[in-house]
């Protein structure tokens, strides 16, 4: 970096038994660490054949911020416990604690995807009120869907149905209903890039109205 | 090569989507984000299909009316000093 000259040191210790303490006392104590370069790989490999206690205990009578940021287009943050037995704790106490299933965090951060397509009808017709196509290099998951028929004569209504089909001829669910209906899913349905999604309202009536479809999930 | 006014329809640079299908086939999609104002309206023919053609396509400005803003403001301003 810059123009100074690499610098190589490195502490290595060779023996049957190896002790490192690092016992620091004082009324006022700075232990900076500071790491900084083009490329860093740090890693803590903790192997051993038994281990006692690995802890991080931090007491303090203020705390100021403990951050862990990730700031990346793609991360994945794996805690594998791998035991025969084991107690996960978290212990949360504060005044307001947010803990958001996916699709409400998805809405928070702006990833959320909704579409409503609508289309007019004629006698005893139906319409593909919605034609999307996932985007290149995301997934979409669908959580809910629905649609309404809206008849200018509502009396003669005699039903419907709203499909939501993945292209490729998969019909997803057909549902019957009387002037609309909305489902939400409890497992979300995954599409990748490039299939497509029809939603498709009918209205059995003998008249004309308008058909409404709509669904949303989010986009990852 | 595919009309860069179409672009944001397959980026999927949005969080609503409208489409209105109309009697001839085509359909007026518009496209808008949370936290933004501006909706793109294109009105696309053969929608998704090879030989999809935009017709026309304009950015309309949604905001609030400003007499309903001022009312949140003045509401805003008289709670803070009673």
């Known amino acids: 970096m810059g123009d100074y000259t690499d610098w190589t040191d490195s502490i290595e210790l060779l023996g049957s038994e190896i002790q490192l303490p690092i016992d620091l006392q004082g009324a006022y104590i700075q232990l900076p660490v500071d790491i900084q370069g083009q490329y860093i790989n740090l890693s ?53 604690v947010g803990v958001y299933l996916q699709p409400e965090w998805s809405a928070r951060q702006g990833t959320d995807i909704n579409i409503v397509g ?95 479809g709509f669904f949303s999930g989010y986009l990852t | 090569m595919m009309d860069k006014r179409l672009y944001r329809l397959y980026q999927g640079d949005y969080n609503f989507m409208t489409q209105e299908w109309q009697s001839d086939g085509t359909v007026i999609v518009s496209l808008y984000k949370h936290n933004d104002d501006k909706i793109h309206r294109l009105h696309i023919k053969n929608l998704y299909q090879e030989n999809e053609e935009l017709i026309k396509d304009e950015i309309v400005t949604a905001k609030v009316p400003n007499h309903i803003l001022n009312r949140m403001r003045e509401v805003i301003d008289n709670a803070s000093t009673e």
């Open chain 1, 44 to 96: 803590c490999d903790i192997v051993a054949q038994s281990i006692g206690n690995i802890a991080i205990d931090i007491a303090s009578q203020s705390i100021g911020n403990i951050n862990v940021n990730i700031s990346s287009q793609s991360a994945t943050l794996n805690v594998n416990i791998s035991s025969q037995s084991a107690n996960v704790t978290i212990s949360i106490s504060a005044q307001n």
């Open chain 1, 118 to 212: 609508s289309a007019q009808t004629t006698l005893y017709n139906g319409a593909n009120v919605i034609d999307w196509t996932v985007p290149e290099g995301h997934e979409c998951y669908i959580n809910q869907f629905g649609g309404i028929w809206y008849l200018l004569t509502p009396t003669v209504s005699l039903g419907g149905r709203v499909a939501l089909s993945i292209w490729g001829g998969e019909l997803i669910a057909p549902i019957s209903g009387v002037n609309g209906v909305a489902f939400a899913l409890t497992k979300p349905i995954k599409v990748t890039a490039g299939q497509r999604i029809i939603v498709t309202v009918l209205g059995y009536s003998s008249d004309q109205g308008t058909l409404i």
